[in-house]
């Protein structure tokens, strides 16, 4: 089993690639995810679609943090050369760490990192009872980066842990698409997250096409099923020194569950 990987390719930019703000986050985040996805099979001697627990159970990596810092997405343009170079680590027996930094012909436009969890569904397949799954023997050594970013996440999950559901604040209710918001193993795709916080925050009136958002962070804690409504729950917003950052909760009402924490930094230089 190999320890690390490393991959680089060049995209060239076009309409897939690109939305009404600049480079698609959505997109950059499911390519990068489909490298993470590869150097995981890699490191594993197996494609994914052969990932199996002790008792022959399907094992899939989901991630439980990704995080975009110094973005410059808004450069990106139609008919560029967009260069990836991605790096890649395992963490323990579970967690792997990827990190992608981006290069175009007005430079550096930001740098994303990955935090993956080996997953499985409980034995009532429910989405909601995905556990985690060792896929490595113990005792791995990993790089400071990773390491620091599984201490980070650690801190979140803790933090979220201890505080109570929220109530008040705009709501944004809707019920996910099994067409487009859920991938192909019938999880929440990560990339949905993104997409609705942002949905929620150009709803209320919060987020303009022309803001540049330097920074996003999703925390991700739970899934759930194909016909179960979402919300987008609005937290707040606080001043940090790479801009303005605005956190909402995406939940299950339901069952009253958290799923994911996303926090978006905007640049004061670029807010309208």
């Known amino acids: ?21 600049g480079l698609s ?9 489909e490298i993470h996805w590869r150097g995981l099979a890699e ?6 679609e052969e990932w199996a627990d002790a008792a022959g159970q399907r094992v899939y990596a989901a991630f439980g943090l990704v995080r975009l810092s ?8 139609e008919g560029q050369c967009l260069q990836l170079q991605s790096c890649m680590a395992p963490v323990g027996r579970s967690q792997a760490w990827s990190q992608h930094r981006l290069q175009a012909a007005d430079g550096h436009l930001g ?17 909601r009872s995905v556990r985690r799954v060792a896929m490595r023997e113990p005792g791995r050594e990993t790089s400071p980066e990773a390491r620091a970013l599984v201490d980070h996440a650690r801190a979140l999950r803790l933090h979220r842990s201890a505080a109570a559901w929220r109530t008040g604040g705009p709501v944004l209710a809707f019920m996910p698409c099994p067409r487009g918001d859920f991938n192909g193993a019938g999880l929440v795709y990560f990339p949905s997250f993104t997409v609705w916080s942002d949905r929620a925050l150009f709803s209320w009136g919060r987020l303009a096409a022309t803001d540049r958002v330097t920074g996003r962070e999703c925390l991700f804690l739970g899934n759930q099923d194909i016909g179960q409504p979402v919300e987008v729950l609005w937290c707040g917003e606080t001043a940090t020194s790479e801009g303005h950052c605005m956190e909402v909760q995406v939940r299950c009402p339901t069952h009253r ?15 309208t």
């Open 25 to 33: 986050e959505s997109w950059l985040q499911k390519t990068c995810g």
């Open 111 to 127: 740098t994303l990192e990955m935090l993956s969890v080996f997953v499985g569904r409980g034995d009532d397949g429910s989405n």
């Open 70 to 77: 110094q973005g410059r997405l808004e450069l990106a343009r």
């Open 257 to 271: 569950r958290v799923l994911a924490v996303v926090r978006t930094t905007v640049g004061e230089e670029g807010r």
């Open 43 to 48: 490191s594993l001697g197996r494609p994914a």
């Open 1 to 21: 089993m190999q320890d690390g990987f490393t991959a680089s390719s060049d995209v060239t930019l076009g309409m897939p690639q690109l939305d009404g703000c």
